[in-house]
Nanobody
């Protein structure tokens, strides 16, 4: 099973940008659809974005559409989340997720989770 490790989180100001990375172990990364979820303070974990195995298809939650961009580099076994124009409400622990299914449709279909990484947006 794939193992995931996130990096790139931190403390930024509103309006700033941040890029999260998720490095996957194993030689079968390209067979996994990938995604990002987040859990804000006192909130349930929510879907942020997903990307297909090839990277040709992406999807975003309405709350981040136009500000966040998901991408992947199968040669580097890494998926990225570029976050621009960050808002206070983007403060959360961000989780990388992988599924062996063609599409990462919901958290119930996740086969592997990263440990999570904190993103804090201040005013």
């Amino acid at each position: 099973q794939v193992q995931l490790v996130e990096s790139g989180g931190g403390l930024v100001q509103a309006g700033d940008s941040l890029r999260l990375s998720c490095a996957a172990s194993g030689r079968t990364f390209s067979t996994y659809a990938m995604g990002w979820f987040r859990q804000g303070p006192g909130k349930e974990r929510e879907f942020v974005s997903r990307i297909s195995r090839s990277g040709g298809s992406t999807y975003y939650a309405d709350s981040v559409k136009g500000r966040f961009t998901i991408s992947r580099d199968n040669a580097k076994n890494t998926v990225y989340l570029q976050m621009n124009s960050l808002k206070l409400e983007d403060t959360a622990v961000y989780y990388c997720a992988a599924t062996s299914r063609p599409i990462l449709g919901s958290s119930s279909l996740v086969d592997a989770w990263g440990q999570g990484i904190q993103v804090t947006v201040s005013s």
